[in-house]
């Protein structure tokens, strides 16, 4: 056998501390040579491989080329010497590559010298702020983007803080309340961000998606109470409650390093939340803009829209112009509709002007917010109204309780920006994020928001990018964010009545529609186009509209339900539709199990076209099998057998591989268990074998391991082999006693039995035991279910021979097979030479007696015990060795638990003899004790010179081992279209 990579037994055990024993001879000529084992530790071989040297080349070429680069830019300017004078005092501090190929080595560096030119560009950047001039330009550079940022506040803050109260609330002052309640979130996600996050140029804001849900907590509180005071407490104490919420489910998954949960939200899902939130942004607009309240019925119909027509007018027409003009400029500048939404307001004044309408008619029309009135009741103006509203004793913990299930929703829903925005605005700004630490960043900037009852807040993408392309960065301009933002949340309402409502029903139908685009539909240059549907199939599409159907007419309760029914739907649809559960099915004809050295007899029968390996089915499964397709996987079963009974190619053992299956329910597994009955009354299949492909069994609750395992294999679950090694003479008596009157299952059971007929001529004397085959068996790996097989194949036509097969390799007591008992008397062993000779026999096919005697005669006996390592891994090539007694593991050392085991009859280390390699694997004993027979490579050579037709059968042999490798090998490919065996 050669020592070519291990296939089998993955337990974990290594053999690093053995190392290489001499063997000693005991006695004369001829004796058995003992090994005496060493205890030291086997060195690991080091080899400069041609990877290393490209390795090491790439590192220094790159290295080299950053510092050609640098003294080039050495003589421009000062600040530059200094930055090449700090590099190259440590040229190469670039981390160890020694276990990485050159492509990762490349990247690793490019990313080292890449962090070491922003470093020395953040030192540039505080030297230049430590000179006056410096100071004065850098804050010269920040003062647009600082005002930028803030604008954008205060623009976004005035329709979003009228949309946070229904209209048919009746609370004085409630858009000054709402627009400080926005800017106040906005404020401390700024200055948490500050500190917090690892971005010096990200923009906070007020969570403007979570409107619908504020109106639904706002709705749910009015349905519990009705006075004013009690109304606001229990309002305020749910945006805080919400608030506290989300901040602390952000910080447990970035503290928990589990920011990636959120990926796990089915896509359509989202989606149609995104659609269903843009309808209500758009209702929102219409309620702003009129001053109504939206109702999808003729009534609210006409209050809202026909009555009021010339409020939305307006509202219309700047909508269309600054859609007609987006589209004529083909999106290119990011500023557009920020400055468009400024004009609105000097264009509305200047309309009122053409038109002759005086601001008093104007206001009284609606076309204007109502003025503040400063009563000094707790809806006034002041500033401590929005820490002022919650009152312990007014609060209806009745109505809290009724909004738990929106408030879970709002948190659900809040997660989802934080992993598309962060990765996004790194993306722009060519930043490397770290998700957990923004996770938790979020949580801080949401619980101190909530803790005085403020709103949910996060990092927004569009305004950040328009902060960061307009140079803004650093943390002194992220303050003065912080500060110009507080000077609006002071002053600001007294400017908001000033502003009319078509600019903020301007913004916020715009926003709305932008949502439902990229929901339902996909805003594209060309216009709205509903292009979503070509991203999702037609259940998923539906998915969405039901979803954002479901959102605005039911709430955001009922979409979220909708929404949890529709990807359950869409999953076993999907599951059904585009995943048949099974993967193919083939005759094991070009399969190899990993039992190289069978009989010459067993290989006659397992290589016969009518009686051997073509007469294994496999089939294999995959992906989830659960109620909606365990069916179909039933009848293709079936229909797979019934088209082999037509063509004649009836099997005798079907195999079903269940390695590529995720899970089974309970549902199917019961199916299946009905499956196995069927394929053997219906087809006459003498075996089923079940692979599981695990070693605790199916993925499934069902304990279907048990229910579709044969009764004899029960008591034997974990042995792959049909039968079990005894020792026998050659004259030692079998005396079969049969049951008396055995039942049906009992003679169905021992196919075996009865394919040996032992009344016929046989007389109790047999060089064999009959094996207990039941129709049923379970299986770890493939590779256990094909050597189980095979057994069953050579049981079926000779017992004898794989009796004869399973004892040349081992020695142990039998098992009782059920059915029948065996008494056996046992006799002296033969000696270890007739065994080595029969096992040449055997290997050698077509050699004769004196072919065998001249090849016998140049293996050298030697004696080794448990432990002893033959040799290590990378050693040199001088021998091979033939196993007589005992049993040895060959294990690769760089590998985690990769290892094959060697028994008696195998050769091993032919490889490295022919071909002149090192050894590939490392081989000790595991066995009390090992009897090896060993060719050196001088005796091989002499071989080859002096008789080279017997040489050639130890070539046949290494090519024989070799081609069956190359074919157990490709059993992991299956139903591949590459590495076919040929």
């Known amino acids: 056998m050669s020592e070519t990579l291990p296939l089998l037994h993955n337990n974990g055990s290594t053999a690093d501390d053995d190392a290489t024993s001499p063997p000693r001879y005991i006695g004369g000529g001829g004796g058995i040579i003992v090994n005496t084992p060493l205890q030291i530790e086997s060195p690991t071989p080091t080899i400069d491989t041609g990877s290393d040297r490209h390795r090491r080349s790439s590192v220094i070429a790159i290295a080299a080329a950053e510092a ?25 501090r670039i981390p160890s590559l020694t276990s990485i190929g050159s492509l990762e080595a490349d990247v690793a560096a490019q990313e080292r010298l890449a962090d070491e030119r922003n470093k020395t560009k953040q030192e540039n950047t505080v030297d230049e702020c430590h000179s006056v001039p410096g100071i004065i330009q850098f804050v010269i550079s920040q003062i647009p983007a600082v005002i930028i940022a803030a604008g954008l506040n205060f623009m976004v803050g005035i329709p979003f803080g009228a ?5 048919e609330l009746q609370l004085q002052g409630k858009e000054v309340l709402g627009f400080r ?25 007020q969570m403007v998606e979570n409107v619908p849900f504020c109106l639904e907590l706002a709705r749910i509180v009015m349905s519990e109470q009705s006075d004013e005071s009690g109304t606001t407490s229990t309002l305020f104490f749910l945006f805080g409650f919400s608030s506290v919420l989300v901040g602390l489910v952000f910080y447990l998954l970035g503290r928990l390093e589990m920011g990636r949960i959120v990926y796990f939200f089915p896509s359509h899902v989202l989606v149609g939340c995104i659609g269903g939130i843009g309808v209500f ?9 009129t001053n109504t309240t939206f109702s999808f019925t003729p009534q609210g119909l006409n209050d809202s829209i026909v009555s009021p027509f010339n409020l939305l007018l307006p509202v219309f027409a700047f909508e269309i112009a600054l859609r007609l003009i987006v589209h004529a400029t083909k999106g290119q500048y990011s500023l557009l509709p920020p400055v468009f939404y400024c004009l609105i307001t000097p264009v509305f004044y200047l309309s009122l002007y053409a038109f002759g309408v005086g601001i008093d008619v104007a206001e009284d029309a609606g076309y204007f917010f109502p003025p503040i009135k400063s009563t000094g009741s707790a809806m006034s103006w002041s500033l401590l109204d929005i820490f002022t509203e919650i009152h312990i004793s007014k609060i209806s913990w009745k109505a809290v309780i009724k909004a738990i299930p929106t408030m879970i929703s709002l948190t659900a829903f809040s997660l989802i920006h934080v992993p598309i925005n962060i990765p996004a605005f790194a993306i722009s700004t060519n930043t490397e994020p770290d998700m957990n630490a923004e996770m938790i960043a979020h949580g801080f900037s949401n619980f101190i928001s909530g803790m005085v009852g403020g709103l949910q807040n996060y990092m927004t993408y569009s305004n950040s990018v328009i902060y960061s392309k307009s140079n803004g960065r650093g943390k002194c301009s992220s303050l003065a964010i912080v500060l110009l933002t507080g000077f609006i949340f002071i002053y600001g309402p007294l400017l908001c009545v000033y502003v009319p409502r078509c600019m903020a029903g301007t913004l916020l139908l715009h926003v709305g529609i932008d949502l439902f685009l990229e929901g339902v539909g996909e805003y594209t240059q060309i216009g709205p186009n509903v292009e979503s549907c070509h991203d999702y199939d037609s259940l998923e599409y539906s998915g969405i509209i039901l979803i954002t159907i479901t959102m605005t007419i039911l709430g955001m309760d009922a979409a979220l339900i909708a929404g949890f029914i529709a990807a359950l739907s869409t999953y076993a649809v999907q599951s059904i539709t585009y995943q048949h559960p099974i993967k193919g099915s083939m005759c094991a004809a070009t399969l190899r199990s990993s039992a190289w050295n069978r009989s010459a007899e067993a290989q006659a029968i397992l290589l016969d ?13 995959q992906g989830h099998i659960f109620f909606g397709n365990s069916t179909i996987l039933k009848e293709s079963v079936l229909e797979i057998l019934t088209e082999k009974r037509r063509s004649g190619d009836d099997p005798i053992v079907v195999i079903l591989d269940f390695t590529y299956v995720l899970a089974i329910d309970s549902s199917s597994a019961m199916t299946i268990e009905k499956l196995k009955d069927l394929i053997i009354k219906k087809f006459g299949v003498e075996v089923v074998v079940f692979v599981c492909g695990h070693e605790d069994g199916f993925r499934c609750h069902y304990d279907l ?39 049906r299952a009992q003679a169905r059971a021992s196919v075996t039995a009865r394919a040996l007929d032992v009344s016929n001529g046989h007389s109790g004397y047999k060089n064999a035991v009959v094996a207990d085959i039941p129709n049923s068996h379970v299986c770890e790996t493939l590779d256990d279910a094909l050597i189980f097989s095979e057994d069953v194949l050579v049981a079926v036509q000779d017992a004898m021979i794989l009796q004869k097969d399973v004892d040349d390799r081992f020695r142990s007591n039998i098992l009782e097979g059920s059915g029948m008992s065996v008494q056996c008397s046992k006799t002296q062993q033969s000696s270890l030479e007739e065994i080595a000779r029969a096992f040449l026999t055997s290997l050698c096919t077509g050699a004769n007696a004196n072919e065998i005697d001249k090849l016998y005669q140049l293996l050298e006996p030697e004696k080794y015990y448990c432990n002893d390592v033959i040799w290590t891994q990378g050693d040199e090539s001088e021998s091979l060795k033939l196993i007589v007694d005992g049993s040895l593991l060959s294990l690769l050392e760089s590998e985690d638990g990769a290892r094959e085991s060697c028994y008696p009859g195998s050769i091993v280390g032919e490889l490295g003899l022919l071909n002149g390699t090192r050894r590939l694997t490392t081989l000790k ?3 009390d004790e090992a009897v090896l027979y060993s060719l050196c490579k001088e005796k091989w050579e002499v071989l080859t010179r002096e008789d080279p037709k017997v040489a050639r059968f130890i070539d046949v042999i290494a090519i024989r081992y070799l081609s069956h490798r190359i074919q157990h090998v490709s059993n992991h490919n299956l139903f591949g279209k590459r590495s076919l065996p040929v």
């Open 925 to 927: 004993v595991v066995s």
């Open 281 to 289: 942004i758009a209702i929102t607009a219409i309620e702003v803009s």
């Open 68 to 92: 050609i680069r640098q003294d080039r830019k050495k003589s421009r300017t000062l600040y530059a010497q200094q930055d090449y004078e700090s590099f190259r005092e440590h040229p190469f």
């Open 609 to 621: 076209k009518k009686k051997g390996r073509e007469r294994i089915l496999v089939i294999e499964c």
């Open 705 to 743: 391991s048990l229910k579709v395992n044969g009764d004899a294999t029960k008591k034997r679950s974990t042995n792959k082999r049909l039968v079990d090694p005894i020792d026998v003479g050659e004259d030692d008596p079998i005396i079969f006693e049969t049951c008396k009157e055995p039942t």
């Open 163 to 167: 949309s946070y109260f229904p209209t």
């Open 181 to 205: 309640m926005f800017l106040f979130a906005t404020m401390i996600a700024q200055l948490v961000f500050t500190f917090a996050s690892k971005f010096d140029n990200g923009i906070g804001l």
